[in-house]
């Protein structure tokens, strides 16, 4: 089935939009768009600079996708955005491009980005991930899938969001919040395990015990990071769950957030 466009819709000729596509009125996709099949633009959409939907992503009024960064570092070149397959985007959500010629801002797929939110450039969402209203990722932010991050949340440049995270809302993330953990307050902190969240995903029984564990030694017992990370590696279970929070910690560079 061909594109549904409204006449009032301003297209490039040089987009490329997919079947069964409907764009509403006033909505405008620039020329090196490529929008997938079965995409709904509801309307005044602004879709432009080298952003691809994949199929069957819905946005809603007065969203803006793909726009130039706001980095001042920003000195041309092809800034990329690629987005995935069944995303939301609600009203007034802003996704920018990369900053660095070549470089994408990627968002994966299945995400639901609800009203107000913003993602900066150079972020790398994956899927599965709820952004409450008015959530702000700041430049370089990677989150997780499944992670959940509440409205009014402010994520740092650089910082990390685990797999199936939870943000509580307003909170301020300065340092990485680990997988499986809930993060909360200004600056944010790691509370504890996000045990709705495993549930609701089929994690086992014995990885959410194990991962209760790995918080207490993490986060409780006064540790430094790299001993808390040792007595992970000797005393828990080889569990794809914990050897994953294992490199998590490994690989931060902000440091976690305690």
Not at 123 to 132: A, E, K, R
């Amino acid at each position: 089935m061909s594109a549904r466009i409204h006449p009032t819709a301003v297209i490039h000729i040089g987009a490329q939009i997919g079947p069964d596509c409907e764009i509403g009125p006033y909505c405008i996709v620039g020329e090196h768009v490529v929008v997938g099949p079965a995409c709904r633009l509801h309307s005044h959409v602004v879709i432009d600079g080298h952003t691809t939907l994949g199929r069957q992503n819905e946005v809603f009024p007065f969203a803006c996708l793909g726009m130039k960064t706001q980095d001042l570092k920003w000195q041309g070149g092809i800034n990329r955005t690629v987005i995935g397959d069944h995303n939301v985007f609600r009203e007034h959500v802003t996704v920018h491009a990369a900053t660095g010629d070549g470089d994408a801002t990627v968002v994966g797929s299945h995400n639901t980005i609800l009203a107000y939110c913003h993602v900066a450039h150079d972020c790398q969402l994956g899927s599965h991930i709820i952004m409450s209203n008015v959530a702000t990722l700041a430049g370089h932010v990677t989150v997780g899938d499944h992670a959940v991050i509440g409205g009014l949340a402010a994520v740092h440049q650089f910082c990390r969001i685990g797999k199936f995270s939870m943000i509580g809302g307003c909170s301020k993330v300065v340092q990485d919040i680990p997988p499986f953990m809930i993060g909360d307050g200004n600056p944010a902190e790691t509370r504890t395990i996000n045990k709705v969240g495993m549930e609701r995903h089929g994690v086992s029984e014995e990885a959410q015990a194990a991962m209760r564990q790995a918080y207490k030694i993490l986060f409780r017992e006064g540790l430094t990071v790299s001993n808390a990370l040792a007595k992970l590696e000797a005393d828990l279970p080889k569990l794809p769950e914990i050897e994953h929070l294992i490199d998590f910690a490994k690989t931060s560079q902000r440091g976690l957030a305690k």
